[in-house]
Structure formats: C-alpha cells, structure tokens
C-alpha cells in the first residue's frame, strides 16, 4: 500500500470521488433499486477493496461503504433523502452518555504517562517478584499490565515500559527474543484490565442490538486478565528456573520455602476470599478494599498510581458515580497527583496533553460516527437476522459458535486494528450470540482477549511495528519472538471462551445477585428483537 506514490494515490482517489459524485448526481430510485442486486454488492467490494490497497485511511473506508449502503439499499428513501438518514444515524451517537468517558480516560492516561508512572510501576513490581526465578521477567508483566490499564494503549506500553525493562532484561541475561517477546506480548494485557478504551468502544456499538452494562464489561475482565497475566508470569518463572539450574546458581531449599509459602498464601487468601463470597458477600468487598489498602501502604511510591483503577472501579460498584462521570474524576485526580503530589509535571505541559488527546479523540470520533451510521443501516437492513438464518442451517452450538468466532476474530486481527474490528464485526455477532443464549458481556471479553492476539499478528500487528522501531531489531525477529507467548495467549483464549464463570462469575456475585458459577449455554436462548 505505501509503495503507491503520493501523486498517483491523490489521482486515482480523486478519480473515484468524480465518479462516485457522476454516479450519484445522475442515478434515479429506479437506478439504485436495480443496483441492489449483485451488480451493487460487485461495486461496494470493488470500491473497498480499492480504497484499502490505496492505503486510504480507515474512516475514508467505512465513509464510503455506508454512503454506497445507503445509496443503494436505503429502501423506501430516493438518494438524496438516504445520505439525510445516514447523517441523521450518525448523529445519534452523540445520544450515548458513555461516549463522554473515552476522551476523559485517553487524556487521564495521557496525563499519568507523561508525568513518570511508567518507572513506579517497574520498581513496586520488583519489590513484589523480584527475588524469585524470572523475577524481572514476571515484573515486566505485571508492570506492562497495571501500565496498559492506566494508559490504555499497548503500543504506548511497548514504549515507555520496554526501554526501561529491556536494557535490564538482557543484563540479567534473559535472551533477547525472550525479552522482546514478553514486552510486545505483555503490552497487550492491559485492554483487559478497567478502565479499558476498546471496552467502551464495545458497549457503545453493542448497544445498538442489546444492552451491555460498561460496569459488568469492566468488572468481567479483571480475572480473565489476571489470569492471563499469570500464564506469562509461570512462562517466565520457568524461564528464569531454568536459567538458574544451567548456571548452578539455584538455591533448591530456598527456592523451595519461598513457592511454598508463596502457594500456602496464595491458597489461604483464596480459601478466606471463597467463604466471605459464599457466606457474606458484601464482606468480600470490605476484605478486597482492605487488602488493597494494606498492599497500596506497603509500597506507598506506587501508591497513588495504583490507586486510581481502585478509585474508578470502586466508585462504580458503589454508586458513587456512573462510568462516565468516573472518567471525568480520573482527569481531575490524574492533574491533582501529577502537578502537586508527584511534581512530575508542569503547568505548561498540560495544553500540549490537551491538544495530543484532542487530535486522537477527533480521529477516534469521525470513525465511529461514520461506523455507527453504517451499523444502524446493517441493523435495519436484517444483516444480523441472515446471519442468525445462517447459523441456524449450519446448526452451530453456542460452543460451536464461539469456535467460529474466535478462528474469524483471529483472521481479522490480521487486517483490522482492535476499534476498527469491533465497530465492523459487533453489530453482526452480538444478535446471533443473544439467539444461542450467549451473555454478550461475555462475548465481549472473548473479543477483547481475541484483539490481544490480534496486536501481535502482522502484518497489522501495531506492538510489534513499535517492538521494532524501539529496540531497533529486524521485524522478522520480532514475530519470531512472540510466537511462544502467542500460543500462551491462545491456551488462555481457550479457557476464557468455555469457562464463561472467569468472567460472569464476579459479575454475577456482585453486581447480579447470582451464583458465581456460569455454565455454558446449552440451546437458544432469548429471540433477537
């Protein structure tokens, strides 16, 4: 795409725009009736699939294909009154309160990066893992997570954790694909963790075919996060016991005592956590504030970078404030803790934030307008019903179905970034996972963890375009490093699509007064509207 001159590109796009303009200046409703058939599905492919080898950018893209949709399949509307109800679905954005918390979360992460969190992160993750095999490696994990989460960009995660850790990674004589893999791939993890940018984008576009509660969504990826987390972190203690063992500098008995007392408390909190959730419930958030509060003491650096996803989530589930106005609250805590608590940033460096996550929020905006018109129009057109039609004769399971999903996830994330996927893909898989009884919060941790993977598959894959522009290695090297973690990541994608409870389970014990166990769905469930 980018071998295509500037000039020629200019050309032939203003090539397209005259005939498209041709095309529509002297079309009739009659023209456009007989365009719906196959001779308009032939010239919206075309058209598409021209602008994307043009490397046109991706609003230009979905511009285009609603306006033809419209155009050519608007019924009831001649041409000039379709493109007055596109604009007019695309207007009806601005009626989701919600959407006013991804520009407060981008400019609260923007203003938490640029005043140093990056390198707190990396000390307390130290302090917590650092003695034990593949200590540094598992706190790079930890640090990329709680980073991606308050940030809420991977590939930013890639940079300002990576050139910290990388250099000390290789010092302690870690392999250097090792290294590169587990910064690229750990980057991605924090999507999962609240308050998360694709989580928002998620439950505005699904809420076009059912109602998808931003609270749930946020509260449901926190253990599939952590657990995920947590096959790195058992990758790199093998790593690092390994490494050990071939240097003879493993001491077996101590190694030994700390697991052993690491198990021994880890099984104890979980034992204490199961009672308080089976026979007190509302103790079990005393007991998760209280120990947040007692670990938040211990490494009281952090302390105020740690705090904030507790702030947001906590406020939440309390009814303090709605997700919205929780994002507004992070703005304001983030310029508290940075220009007076941290002094790590200046007045003067606050309108340049501003400005930065003004120009990415507008960009962000114009896609998902022009993508929430188109989806509107694919809802109104039935889209989502032929496709139930579809899985019906294909007599899919709702196991079945989430297989499909997932091989179709994995494949887009080769082509499509993680909004571009979920503003293109939702709107037709949320309606069929409703009709097999398929809890769409659920479904949109599966997309979430599928758009994971999807930042480490080229040729789109954005953490290993920034892996190799950062550590200035060769892009094959790259995606040969993150393979191992890949497969990691698709064991956990296994697991997080059928055991529904890792995500439903905290959902359903707080928030819906229900069982923490989730079974799979075994028939239909509810008809789509």
């Not at 449901?220 to 240097?247: E, H, K, Q």
Request: aromatic residues 8%.
């Amino acid at each position: 795409m980018s071998r295509v001159p500037r000039r020629t590109r200019l050309h032939l796009s203003l090539l397209g725009l005259v005939a498209l303009g041709l095309a529509l200046a002297t079309a009739s409703p009659a023209h456009a009736a007989e365009a719906g058939g196959g001779g308009g599905v032939l010239l919206v492919v075309a058209a598409v699939v021209g602008l994307i080898l043009l490397g046109e950018p991706l609003f230009v893209i979905i511009g285009v294909l609603a306006t033809l949709c419209f155009f050519l399949w608007g019924e009831g509307y001649d041409h000039y009154e379709a493109y007055q109800i596109f604009v007019v679905k695309m207007a009806n954005l601005t009626t989701k309160n919600v959407l006013l918390a991804i520009p407060f979360f981008v400019i609260s992460g923007a203003i938490m990066t640029a005043g140093g969190i990056a390198e707190r992160l990396v000390s307390v993750a130290k302090a917590v893992v650092g003695s034990l095999p593949g200590g540094l490696a598992m706190a790079t994990v930890g640090a990329c997570i709680f980073f991606a989460a308050i940030s809420g960009s991977s590939p930013v995660t890639v940079i300002a954790i990576g050139s910290m850790i990388f250099p000390a990674l290789l010092k302690e004589g870690y392999g250097e694909r090792f290294s590169l893999g587990l910064i690229a791939s750990a980057g991605s993890l924090g999507i999962l963790i609240p308050p998360s940018i694709p989580m928002l984008v998620y439950a505005i576009v699904a809420s076009a075919t059912a109602t998808v509660d931003v609270g749930e969504l946020f509260l449901a990826g926190v253990l599939p996060g952590v657990f995920l987390g947590g096959l790195m972190c058992t990758y790199a203690f093998a790593v690092g016991l390994s490494a050990r063992r071939a240097s003879g500098e493993m001491d077996t008995a101590r190694l030994a005592r700390t697991v052993g007392g690491a198990l021994l408390l880890l099984g104890g909190g979980a034992l204490a956590a199961w009672l308080l959730a089976r026979y007190v419930p509302a103790l079990l958030v005393v007991a998760l504030l209280g120990g947040s509060g007692y670990f938040l003491y211990r490494f009281r650096r952090s302390f105020w970078a740690l705090l904030l996803p507790i702030l947001i989530l906590g406020g939440i589930y309390s009814g303090l404030f709605t997700p919205t106005e929780a994002a507004a609250v992070s703005v304001v805590y983030a310029l508290v803790v940075e220009l007076f608590i941290h002094r790590e940033l200046r007045p003067g460096d606050v309108p340049g934030i501003f400005v930065e996550s003004g120009v990415l929020m507008g960009a962000l905006l114009v896609i998902m307008a022009l993508a929430f018109g188109l989806n509107d129009f694919l809802v109104e057109a039935k889209v989502p019903d032929l496709a139930v039609a579809a899985i019906k004769e294909m007599e899919l399971s709702p196991l079945g179905f989430l297989l499909v999903v997932n091989l179709l996830l994995i494949v887009v994330g080769f082509f499509m970034d993680s909004v571009s996927a979920i503003l293109i893909i939702v709107p037709l898989l949320v309606p069929v996972a409703r009709r097999l009884g398929i809890d769409p919060v659920h479904l949109g941790i599966v997309f979430i963890v599928n758009l994971e993977i999807g930042y480490l598959t080229p040729p789109i894959g954005l953490n290993l375009f920034v892996a190799s522009t950062v550590f200035e290695r060769p892009m094959g090297t790259v995606i040969r490093s993150v393979l191992p973690f890949i497969a990691l990541m698709l064991v956990g994608l296994g697991v997080v699509t059928y055991v529904p409870s890792l995500s439903l389970g905290p959902v359903n014990l707080l928030l819906r007064g229900k069982p923490f166990y989730e079974p799979l769905p075994a028939g239909l469930g509810e008809p789509v509207p």
